[in-house]
């Protein structure tokens, strides 16, 4: 089989056990994995010899390493990977897990704030990992709805409506006078003509428009401009603390380098996976991370949102010693329940 770029042979049950136990002990621990553990602890059946001959050869085929002071064994990001692929069991919470989250879901205020605050919270809480949520929205902001309210012959308000319930409201001193009537009709004529359109368009479409509906296409763009710089930098996270009580982190310079990353909103679209589709679950190990702060961390991330685009992402970041089974299980409840609120939302 081949795992991101790796030609790994097929591995024989007993193998496959061994490499499981050895996974399974060194989460739990954090401790390289000797063979009289295993045997100990796995009930594998074989001596101690024998499992130290097939831990050899696992780490002849890259899946497991040993740090030059110890005996034992450590996963390596290779092994992780094949863990993941063909090992793990189905991941997934328990049922009383699951209406547990259901219902604070429930409870929650019907405020997309509160909604995000709470979805990283419980992420940060079942996985015992740090958490990351982005709010849901189009890849760019998008005009749903628009009122223009007159607050005098030359002055409105103007109150933009986006894809994903965003409400943004903006005075518009106007260079032309204009009537209640005429303002009602033309709050419909953009609704009629614009709904669905970015900044992008609403700049070329101000090209066709004079006067006072030039004005307020003028006014929307810019809204819609300003919420796309605002939302690249409106992140939920949770559990830093989680991050911190871990071995792997206790050196300071580590995790300053890793948070300092997390906290950089220019470059957080590059953890974001580029294509994702509906109930998928991305997983990046270590090494496969294009970010160097990132190369001793996993993350797990899932997307949720609806049908017309407007979407977001829920994520992990830990320690590549993390319960994968777990944390994937979580990432994908908490999404599919996130998804759900934003139908609701959306009216879907």
Not at 183 to 207: C, F, I, K, Q, T
Not at 213 to 236: F, G, K, N, P
Not at 325 to 340: H, N
């Amino acid at each position: 089989m081949t795992l991101y770029g790796a030609q790994v042979p097929e591995l024989g049950p007993r193998q496959r056990d061994i490499l499981r136990a050895v996974i399974r002990e060194y989460i739990a621990t954090a401790q390289p994995v000797a063979s009289n553990s295993l045997v100990r602890r796995y009930g594998l059946g074989v001596s101690s010899a024998t499992v130290r001959n097939e831990l050899a050869l696992l780490e002849d085929l890259g899946l497991l390493t040993h740090p030059h002071t110890s005996a034992g064994r450590v996963p390596t990001d290779l092994g992780y990977r094949y863990f993941i692929e063909s090992l793990m069991a189905d991941p997934g919470l328990r049922p009383d897990e699951q209406l547990t989250v259901s219902h604070q879901f429930q409870q929650a205020q019907r405020d997309s704030a509160e909604w995000l605050r709470l979805a990283a919270s419980i992420l940060a809480r079942l996985t015992v990992e740090a958490s990351i949520v982005t709010p849901p929205a189009a890849t760019r902001s998008a005009l749903r709805h628009v009122e223009a309210v007159p607050i005098s012959e030359r002055r409105i308000l103007l109150v933009a409506v986006l894809e994903g319930g965003a409400v943004q409201q903006q005075l518009v001193e106007l260079r032309d006078p204009i009537g209640v009537d005429a303002l009602r009709a033309l709050s419909r004529r953009l609704v009629d003509e614009y709904r669905g359109a970015d900044a992008v368009r609403l700049h070329d479409a101000m090209e066709q428009e004079t006067g006072v509906a030039r004005d307020v296409l003028a006014t929307l763009a810019i809204v819609l401009e300003e919420h796309d710089t605002v939302r690249a930098q409106d992140v939920y996270y949770d559990g830093i603390q989680n991050i911190l009580a871990q071995p792997e982190f206790f050196q300071s310079e580590r995790i300053r380098d890793m948070l300092g990353l997390l906290e950089d909103r220019t470059r957080f679209a590059e953890l974001l996976p580029p294509a994702l589709g509906d109930g998928e679950i991305h997983v990046a190990i270590g090494s496969e991370h294009r970010l160097e702060p990132l190369r001793g961390c996993s993350v797990i991330f899932g997307r949720y949102g609806d049908r017309s685009g407007v979407i977001g992402y829920v994520g992990v970041v830990g320690p590549t010693r993390m319960d994968y089974a777990r944390s994937i299980g979580a990432v994908r409840y908490v999404g599919a329940l996130m998804s759900d609120l934003v139908r609701v939302v959306e009216g879907n």
